[in-house]
């Protein structure tokens, strides 16, 4: 989640110095004041709003909590075209294997039994996404991110290995993105593909029950920059001024 830095002396804006109506920022730091772009609050705003998608389960533990869906009920148009493609290479090699092991000679028949085998793992796939439910779970032992019943990719992570929460973009698919945990070390490490209002949610839970998000603004009504009428005046006073020049 973005936040506010002053461009003056580099200092984080804290959520009681950002005027969301005006777009207007304080730093107490240095006494400077900025506009921002509106973009920064819209996504703010938007991240904050994020509602648990209807087909995930979503359970709070003693531990953190635990988010589970069904593959076969979170199919969007990219993972359509995964299962088209499963289908039809299935298939396709399953015949060629198919017709290879009648051929008499025994190096034919071995490659058939190969590539009939290799269909099998598109089968497998298929089987996973009409079965399988994933979770993704924060407790004691970290972040776990587990399928089953078929067996497929699990990861764990250590709470003390996590710095960061991120969603990258997927080329030529705007509304999918890749959900990755950056490790202290440096090191990417690349959960699951999500369509976009998926990812969101993930990385919001996530970030909350790790105490990755940015400081939010009270509910209490009250004067973004601060109670001193006086704070306001000059704020306003300078912002004036920079303008004007």
């Given amino acids: 989640m973005k936040r506010l830095i002053c461009p003056n002396c580099g200092a984080p804006i804290v959520a009681r110095d950002v005027n969301i109506q005006d777009k207007l920022a304080l730093c107490t ?75 008499s000679d025994g190096v034919t028949q071995l490659l058939g039994a190969g590539i009939g085998l ?41 709470y003390e290995e996590i710095a960061e929460i991120e969603l990258d973009p997927i080329k030529d698919w705007d509304n999918y ?16 593909s999500f369509q976009l209002d998926y990812a969101e949610f993930m990385k919001q839970q996530i970030d909350e029950h790790l105490g990755l998000t940015d400081e939010e603004a009270s509910e209490e009504p009250q004067s973004l920059f601060g109670p001193d009428p006086e704070l306001v005046e000059k704020a306003l006073k300078r912002l004036d001024e920079t303008k004007a020049k």
């Fill in 29 to 103: 730091q240095c006494d400077t004041v900025f506009a921002f772009s509106p973009d920064v609050i819209a996504e703010k705003a938007r991240k904050r709003k994020i509602k648990a998608p209807e087909v995930y389960e979503v359970n709070e533990t003693e531990q953190g909590i635990m988010i589970s869906f069904f593959w076969r009920k979170v199919i969007g148009d990219l993972e359509k075209i995964a299962i088209f493609m499963f289908v039809v290479f299935g298939l396709v090699l399953s015949l060629v294997g198919g017709l290879l092991l009648f051929e």
């Fill in 177 to 192: 993105r890749y959900l990755n945990v950056i490790k202290t070390d440096g090191q990417k490490i690349q959960i699951d």
């Fill in 118 to 158: 290799v269909s099998l793992v598109f089968y497998y796939l298929l089987a996973c996404f009409a079965v399988n439910k994933t979770t993704l779970s924060l407790d004691e032992q970290g972040l776990q991110y587990r399928h089953g019943p078929l067996p497929y990719s699990n990861k764990q992570i250590a």
